[in-house]
């Protein structure tokens, strides 16, 4: 099953609110990191978190990390039209000593102008 | 800036046609992956590959297989393709060094555009 839930499926606000997207896990993690993905395209990395860390900032990224409850929320500050996109929460766990990333389902982003 | 190509954008194939999905990484990164992306699933790690000649079965390996003789390269074999094959096939690759820190916890992982395969 999956290591990695965002919440919501899909979120659609307009340019300037703040987007707010949740990640649920369900094992001890290393790190947390969260990704975007255009549409039809590649994955690009946006910000990584490790289990020691409780917020991180990047720009108009925010990210903060809650082990206790194996949780962590993206919030993106100011939207953009061009910040439409899925997100997507990876875990890293430990697999037979070699890590590896685990991804969630996503969540899709759209920022009305 | 680290680039992760993959030989195809889009790939039509017929049910039992082997299939090769080739990706090439410019960055002398030690780590590569192969997921597959559905609708509803994220993505799922298929196999994965450390080093040249190393693999590791990922989550969902069935079906496939992968080879890696060159370290800037690692394809993704579909011996004989299935409709339930078709899906986003996305390649990636990593780094274990942070500098010169030999790091034991991931870098993040930079990814290709991705190639969208269609068994009919």
């Known amino acids: 099953s999956q290591q990695g839930e965002e919440d919501p499926q899909a979120l659609s606000i307009q340019e300037g609110e703040n987007a707010t997207m949740n990640c649920s896990y369900k094992?001890?993690?290393?790190?947390l990191q969260w990704y975007r993905q255009n549409s039809g395209r590649g994955l690009v990395h946006l910000i990584l978190?490790?289990?020691?860390?409780r917020e991180k900032h990047s720009g108009r990224l925010r990210v903060t990390l809650d082990t206790s409850k194996k949780s962590s929320s993206l919030l993106i500050t100011a939207s953009r039209a061009a910040d439409t996109a899925s997100y997507f929460c990876?875990?890293?766990?430990?697999?037979?000593?070699?890590?590896?990333?685990?991804f969630g389902t996503g969540t899709r982003l759209l920022v009305s102008p | 800036d680290v680039k992760v190509t993959q030989s195809s954008r889009y790939l039509v194939k017929r049910t039992g046609e082997k299939v090769f999905l080739e990706c090439v990484q410019d960055?002398?990164?030690?780590?590569m992956f192969w997921y597959r992306q559905d609708p509803g699933l994220g993505l799922r790690l298929i196999y994965f590959?450390?080093?040249?000649?190393?693999?590791e079965k990922g989550d969902i390996p069935e079906g496939y297989s992968v080879s890696r003789e060159k370290k800037e390269r690692f394809s993704l074999i579909l011996e004989s393709a299935s409709t339930n094959q078709t899906s986003m096939y996305l390649c990636?690759?990593?780094?274990?060094?942070?500098?010169?820190?030999?790091?034991?916890?991931?870098?993040?992982?930079?990814f290709g555009p991705g190639t969208r395969l269609t068994v009919l």
């Open positions: 990636a690759s990593s780094t274990v060094w942070s500098g010169q820190l030999l790091i034991s916890s991931y870098n993040e992982q930079f």
């Open positions: 094992t001890s993690i290393n790190n």
């Open positions: 990876a875990t890293e766990i430990m697999n037979t000593g070699f890590q590896k990333l685990v």
């Open positions: 590959s450390y080093d040249v000649k190393m693999k």
């Open positions: 960055m002398d990164h030690e780590n």
């Open positions: 978190i490790r289990s020691n860390e």
